[in-house]
Nanobody
Framework: QVQLVESGGGLVQAGGSLRLSCAASGSIFSVNVMGWYRQAPGKQRELVAG???????MYADSVKGRFTISRDNAKNTVYLQMNSLKPEDTAVYYC???WGAGRRNWGQGTQVTVSS
């Protein structure tokens, strides 16, 4: 069972940047999709960005042009660079590994708070 540990969250002013990291305890080489999700208070968890094993990327419309996902298989780490942050980006951000066939792993989450 691969463990995922997120880091890099914190408090930032609107317009600022943060970089989240998701470190896996084992190889992510064969993970189909590594993704970042977020959940704001009172809202459902939503997909923010994902990156496939082949390097294809997908983004929620709300973060396109501001967030960038990347994947370093050699370091078993996935990153989410978040620029031009807005108060509505405030949420707990979760890392996810989708291995396919219904197998998924989640991290414990990291809080991102954007002040106006």
């Amino acid at each position: 069972q691969v463990q995922l540990v997120e880091s890099g969250g914190g408090l930032v002013q609107a317009g600022g940047s943060l970089r989240l990291s998701c470190a896996a305890s084992g190889s992510i080489f064969s993970v189909n999709v590594m993704g970042w999700y977020r959940q704001a208070p009172g809202k459902q968890r939503e997909l923010v960005a994902g990156i496939t094993s082949g390097g294809s990327k997908m983004y929620a419309d709300s973060v396109k042009g501001r967030f960038t996902i990347s994947r370093d298989n050699a370091k078993n780490t996935v990153y989410l660079q978040m620029n031009s942050l807005k108060p509505e980006d405030t949420a707990v951000y979760y890392c996810n590994a989708d291995w396919g066939a219904g197998r998924r792993n989640w991290g414990q989450g990291t809080q991102v708070t954007v002040s106006s």
